[in-house]
């Protein structure tokens, strides 16, 4: 494997990794017992961005250890 490949690879895993940690946060924030109690972090949309970055970086990821 190739070093950009390598880095795609592993940019996309924490990107993952961002993205279930946000996923936890959101269903904690969903669940709350005090509903006033709001935070300031937007987990929702943390959550979104970093899969789709994710997905972009496995794709391409996927796409250079095929082609090379």
């Known amino acids: 494997m190739e070093f ?8 996309g895993a924490v ?3 961002i ?3 946000a996923g936890l946060g959101d269903r ?3 669940r709350r017992s005090d509903p006033d109690a709001v935070g ?3 987990w929702r949309d943390v959550a ?3 899969s789709m970055i994710a997905a972009v970086l496995l794709g391409l ?3 250079a250890w095929v082609a090379g």
Do not use: E, G, N, Y
């Open 4 to 11: 950009q490949t390598i880095m795609l690879a592993t940019s």
């Open 15 to 17: 990107a993952v990794a």
């Open 19 to 21: 993205a279930v940690v």
């Open 28 to 30: 904690r924030r969903m």
């Open 40 to 42: 300031f972090m937007p």
């Open 48 to 50: 979104f961005w970093s």
């Open 61 to 63: 990821a996927a796409k």
